[in-house]
Nanobody, 121 residues
């Protein structure tokens, strides 16, 4: 499985961005999908920012983004999205998408390259 993240950029605090992660392969609809982030100068966070089950019926959000970020997926397009609203400078990071074969409760098996989100104050 290959994952390609896109949609990062520079935005002012309070603004919005939508990240996309396109996956190759026909098994995408069976994977749980995740978004992780890595703040500049720090290690990638071990807890995902957001996660979504293969059906989209179960979602998870880190406390730091709850109410501001929304994860969704379109299995027909092999794509997962992260809608980020009310962005804060603390959200500045490289965002990575990842896929888990076993389900949302498992560690990811596949990782994409990151896309940089910069939030200016």
């Amino acid at each position: 499985v290959q994952l390609q993240a896109s949609g990062g950029g520079l935005v002012q605090a309070g603004g919005s961005l939508r990240l996309s992660c396109a996956a190759s392969g026909r098994a995408f609809s069976s994977y749980a999908m995740f978004w992780f982030r890595q703040t500049p100068g720090k290690e990638r966070e071990s807890v995902s920012v957001a996660a979504i089950s293969w059906s989209g019926g179960t979602t998870f959000y880190a406390d730091s983004v709850k109410g501001r970020f929304t994860i969704s997926r379109d299995n027909a397009k092999n794509t997962v999205y992260l809608q980020m609203d009310s962005l804060e400078p603390e959200d500045t990071a490289v965002y990575y998408c990842a896929a888990a074969v076993g389900g949302i409760q498992y560690e990811p098996d596949y990782w994409g390259q990151g896309t940089l989100v910069t939030v200016s104050s």
